[in-house]
Structures are given as structure tokens and as C-alpha cells.
T-cell receptor, first 114, second 113 residues
Framework: GAGVSQSPSNKVTEKGKDVELRCDPISGHTALYWYRQSLGQGLEFLIYFQGNSAPDKSGLPSDRFSAERTGGSVSTLTIQRTQQEDSAVYLC????????????FGPGTRLTVL | LAKTTQPISMDSYEGQEVNITCSHNNIATNDYITWYQQFPSQGPRFIIQGYKTKVTNEVASLFIPADRKSSTLSLPRVSLSDTAVYYCLVGGNYGGSQGNLIFGKGTKLSVKP
């Protein structure tokens, strides 16, 4: 079956613009995660959705970052007023949920803020 | 969430066994231990998961001592294609109510000819 997909694969934007990144998880997966990975660095947790529960937003670096998950499926990560330090690869992962928490990752969106 | 500590980098040669140890001193009773592998320009990929003692699959083995405060990922007879970053994660609350696993900085394994 299809894996996790993300779009766009690459996004170049100007400082101050808003961007939206999309994640289509594996069908039936109840958990969805967003991570950020800067060049040569580890993964930085951003936000986690589990079913209909309130999302865990503890990793969002500022109030410019927000995410939604509509209908328990597709998720959108929005970055407002982008800054150059927002440049990174944004990875989405989904998981079947309890008790199997294995995360399946998408290919990522490479964001470049000029 | 339990914090993990693992070496930043390791070097090995083809054909050798590689053991990467991760410390997780404040692991909770219900936490899983999970390892992921990441190649450049790709998302991480699940390798192995365990709760206690030893787990083995076609790719690796995971050794977990009785106190569960550390774990060791063992890669038998590595090849050049095993060059990657390996992440140790603790969490997931096996059988519990939360499922989030947090990645640390990982161990960069370099396999040389």
C-alpha cells in the first residue's frame, strides 16, 4: 500500500511569507507526527496528533508554527512570517497507534527561506 | 519522557559487528525501547523494538539488561550500506495511553572498507 506522502517536496520562499506543508499519512494510522531536521542535525519533535485527542504541541518552537489534522487523516503544518532559521527538512510520520508505535516516515519537505 | 544518551559517532570496518549503546536512566515502567536508522536525504526507518532481555530480527539484535537503564543495538557483520545515523528512542508506554516517541541526536555510524 501507499506510504506517507508529503507535499511539496521542495519549497523556496521569501522571508516573511507564510507556507503550508502537507502530510498524507498511511490510511488507518491514528497517530501523526511532525519533525524538523536541520542540515546535519537530529530530528526535532514539533507536534503529535493521536486520534481525536488534543494534540501535543510541546515541540512547536514559536507561535508562528501551527498544525491541523482534518478528519483524523491529512495534516497541514503552517509556518507564518517565515524566518531564515526556519530553513530545514520537515518530516511527517504516521503510526498505527497502540500498541504498535512504529513510525513510518514520509520523504520530507525541504524548506528554504531566502 | 525519558531522555536518551548515545555516542555522537562511531567508526567500523566492513564485516565487523557493531554495538551501539544507549543510556536511558529514567526509563518508565511502561516504556518501549526503539531504534531507527536514517540514511542521508531520507526519513528514519524502524529497525527494532524491545521491552526487556533480547530481541532479534533479520537486521539486528537488541540487548536490554534487567534494569532497563541502557540498551545495546547490535549490527552483525556491517557493510558499507550500514553507514547511517542510528537513533535510540524510549517511550511509547507499552500498553498504556500515550504513543509518542521522541528522537534524540543519534549516532552517526561510518563503515569503512
Amino acid at each position: 500500500g501507499a506510504g506517507v506522502s508529503q507535499s511539496p517536496s521542495n519549497k523556496v520562499t521569501e522571508k516573511g511569507k507564510d507556507v503550508e506543508l502537507r502530510c498524507d499519512p498511511i490510511s488507518g494510522h491514528t497517530a501523526l507526527y511532525w519533525y524538523r531536521q536541520s542540515l546535519g542535525q537530529g530530528l526535532e519533535f514539533l507536534i503529535y496528533f493521536q486520534g481525536n485527542s488534543a494534540p501535543d504541541k510541546s515541540g512547536l518552537p514559536s507561535d508562528r508554527f501551527s498544525a491541523e489534522r482534518t478528519g483524523g487523516s491529512v495534516s497541514t503544518l503552517t509556518i507564518q512570517r517565515t524566518q531564515q532559521e526556519d530553513s530545514a527538512v520537515y518530516l511527517c510520520a504516521s503510526s498505527p497507534g497502540r500498541p504498535n508505535n512504529e513510525q513510518f516516515f514520509g520523504p520530507g519537505t525541504r524548506l528554504t527561506v531566502l | 519522557l525519558a531522555k536518551t544518551t548515545q555516542p555522537i559517532s562511531m567508526d567500523s570496518y566492513e564485516g565487523q559487528e557493531v554495538n551501539i549503546t544507549c543510556s536511558h536512566n529514567n526509563i518508565a515502567t511502561n516504556d518501549y525501547i526503539t531504534w531507527y536508522q536514517q540514511f542521508p536525504s531520507q526519513g528514519p526507518r524502524f529497525i527494532i523494538q524491545g521491552y526487556k532481555t533480547k530481541v532479534t530480527n533479520e537486521v539486528a539484535s537488541l540487548f536490554i539488561p534487567a534494569d532497563r537503564k541502557s540498551s545495546t543495538l547490535s549490527l552483525p557483520r556491517v557493510s558499507l550500506s550500514d553507514t547511517a545515523v542510528y537513533y535510540c528512542l524510549v517511550g511509547g508506554n507499552y500498553g498504556g495511553s500515550q504513543g509518542n516517541l521522541i528522537f534524540g541526536k543519534g549516532t552517526k555510524l561510518s563503515v569503512k572498507p
